[in-house]
């Protein structure tokens, strides 16, 4: 059974996403499991935060992976 993210559940994803380096390339992070993200009436206004800072943080990731493409050629 699938469980829906609680409000403190999606705040500390939110405060969770950074940019990491694995396995050569810049990658996302987040803390909150996939099957959690379930979007509801109550948690809409959040996940919808939580869409956009992981939009962010993936052009972010991006962004290094062109630098560094960059630094080597």
């Known amino acids: 059974m699938t469980k829906v993210a609680t409000v403190e ?3 500390n994803a939110i405060n969770s996403i950074q940019v990491i380096f694995v396995d050569g390339e810049f990658k996302v992070q987040c803390s909150l499991p996939v099957d959690q993200i379930v979007i509801t009436h109550d948690n ?4 919808t935060l939580l869409a956009q800072e992981l939009n962010n943080a993936g052009m972010e990731a991006k962004y290094l992976e062109e630098e560094a493409k960059g630094a080597k050629g």
């Open 9 to 11: 559940d999606i705040k």
């Open 44 to 47: 809409f206004d959040l996940m």
